[in-house]
């Protein structure tokens, strides 16, 4: 996170460990005006996991399943309404943000 005099801060740290596969980590920031600030994590384990940053306890609010090999990469649009994600076998989910 940036703070106010523009320097570089680590706002939280998430222990999630490496399961099986050395593969790299892809994670994709939410910073924006709606509620709360959360993290979406890509895995290996064919899902991807969205974290809420601002909670200490019980951080991961989602699980999103679908993809049927590793999840490489996530990535929201400009709105953040679109999620996208990929996966080792080339499959690309979008996933679409409720509005609630």
């Not at 106010?4 to 994709?28: A, D, P």
């Not at 996991?49 to 601002?54: R, T």
């Amino acid at each position: 996170v940036v703070s106010t005099n523009g320097k570089l801060s680590v706002r939280k740290r998430f222990s999630i460990r490496q399961k099986s596969l050395t593969i790299h980590s892809s994670f994709c920031p939410i910073i924006s005006q709606r509620q709360g600030f959360c993290v979406v994590s890509a895995s290996e384990d064919m899902c991807v996991y969205l974290y809420d940053v601002d909670r200490e306890i019980r951080t991961l609010i989602n699980k999103l399943q679908g993809h049927c090999s590793a999840v490489f990469d996530v990535s929201f649009n400009a709105d953040e309404s679109l999620l996208a994600s990929c996966d080792q076998q080339g499959l690309v989910i979008v996933w679409q943000r409720d509005n609630r």
